[in-house]
């Protein structure tokens, strides 16, 4: 798999009629190849087979950081969070054994974005760092039109969008955060999933870098990591088969037979 690094973003957007669903009550939007964990990181519609551990993070990371870099041109605030916020407390990059990628808007930005962009195809340019040749990647940004509802229902549209490689599959999960309930909770945000925050947690947002290109966390990354994973998830230096290097401030992998420290 050829490694790369993003000379600087230029994008293109069209309409994509041709991936819409029909609108429908109680149906699950985004469909996967399969139930477990493994295939449950792919979109059906562009899933051809498994992509390798030796490749899936050079995937990852063109999916981020065209995401990243795209909203950012469109002045639409999104932030990291769960799983790939985590990868950023630790060394501002994706942790190695991750095959997803999450991230979070407010529910109204998830408007805008479905009134305007919706099943837009973005095609991102980039030069590959072995070779020197531009090579293109195209994205589709595919908003669920249930990402208005309040509730959870039956749990099948619990995901509000997806930033989806149309090469491959692989693709990032785009969450809301809304007041769902402004009498009784105001000021408390959530999504569907029941993660809760208070709105000084999350905004002022800080600016940072994540994979190489300028990003968003939420204001208190601390104590939402804290209140998600707990102090063990940014202590612990041993996790899913893999080590923190000091030395390398990076996750490196232990192989079968190495001594674990």
Not at 130 to 156: A, C, I, S, W
Request: aromatic share 14%; hydrophobic share 35%.
């Amino acid at each position: 798999m050829r490694s790369g690094h993003m000379q600087p973003h230029r994008w293109t957007a069209r309409a994509s009629a041709r991936w819409a669903t029909p609108y429908r009550p109680l149906y699950k939007y985004f469909h996967e190849p399969g139930i477990t964990e493994i295939y449950g990181h792919y979109d059906s519609r562009f899933f051809h087979a498994l992509i390798p551990y030796d490749e899936h993070l050079l995937t990852l990371r063109h999916l981020i950081q065209s995401y990243l870099t795209t909203l950012r041109s469109l002045g639409v605030d999104t932030w990291l969070a769960h799983g790939t916020l985590l990868g950023w407390w630790w060394n501002g990059r994706i942790m190695p054994w991750d095959y997803d990628l999450d991230v979070q808007v407010s529910s109204h930005s998830l408007a805008y974005l479905g009134n305007r962009y919706n099943r837009t195809e973005h095609a991102w340019r980039y030069v590959d760092a072995q070779t020197g040749m531009e090579l293109n990647k195209t994205y589709l940004l595919d908003v669920n039109p249930f990402h208005g509802m309040r509730g959870r229902g039956m749990g099948l549209n619990v995901i509000d969008a997806r930033w989806i490689d149309m090469e491959n599959g692989m693709f990032i999960d785009i969450t809301g955060l809304m007041e769902r309930d402004q009498r009784g909770r105001p000021g408390v945000w959530s999504c569907k999933n029941f993660h809760r925050y208070r709105t000084r947690e999350v905004w002022p947002l800080r600016e940072t870098e994540f994979e190489g290109v300028r990003a968003k966390v939420p204001y208190s990354f601390d104590a939402v990591l804290r209140d998600e994973y707990g102090m063990r998830a940014m202590t612990v230096t041993q996790w899913e088969g893999h080590r923190w290097d000091e030395g390398l401030k990076k996750w490196v992998k232990i192989e079968l037979g190495s001594q674990q420290s």
